[in-house]
Nanobody, 124 residues
Framework: QVQLAESGGGLVQAGGSLRLSCAAS????????IGWFRQAPGKEREFVAG????????AYIASVKGRFTISRDNAKNTVYLQMNSLKTEDTAVYYC?????????????????WGQGTQVTVSS
């Protein structure tokens, strides 16, 4: 069993920055992928970024490349999502998901555990 807790969301103006954190507990953090997804009202949950245990497999959705950076601190069992140059279309609830695989997938169905989510609102 894995428990995930997201934090760091909030209200920010367009062009601003936020750093989200995903703290994992319960099962070993090793040989795992953590993915960040987001879900806006009326839309499906979409992949944003993911990182594997060693950090050598990282993926981003095209719309956030160059603006968002995912990283992980395995000693702290925590994954971060640094979000810069935020846009109004980044507004959503952001979730982190845990996958026991070692390759990042963009498919939400391949993630076994999820956090409760943190709201990110970007105002114009």
């Amino acid at each position: 069993q894995v428990q995930l807790a997201e934090s760091g969301g909030g209200l920010v103006q367009a062009g601003g920055s936020l750093r989200l954190s995903c703290a994992a507990s319960g099962r070993t953090f090793s040989m795992s992928v953590i993915g960040w997804f987001r879900q806006a009202p009326g839309k499906e949950r979409e992949f944003v970024a993911g990182i594997n245990w060693s950090g050598d497999n990282i993926a981003y959705i095209a719309s956030v490349k160059g603006r968002f950076t995912i990283s992980r601190d395995n000693a702290k069992n925590t994954v971060y999502l640094q979000m810069n140059s935020l846009k109004t279309e980044d507004t959503a609830v952001y979730y982190c998901g845990f996958s026991g695989r070692n390759v990042v997938s963009t498919r939400a169905s391949l993630y076994d555990y999820w956090g409760q989510g943190t709201q990110v609102t970007v105002s114009s």
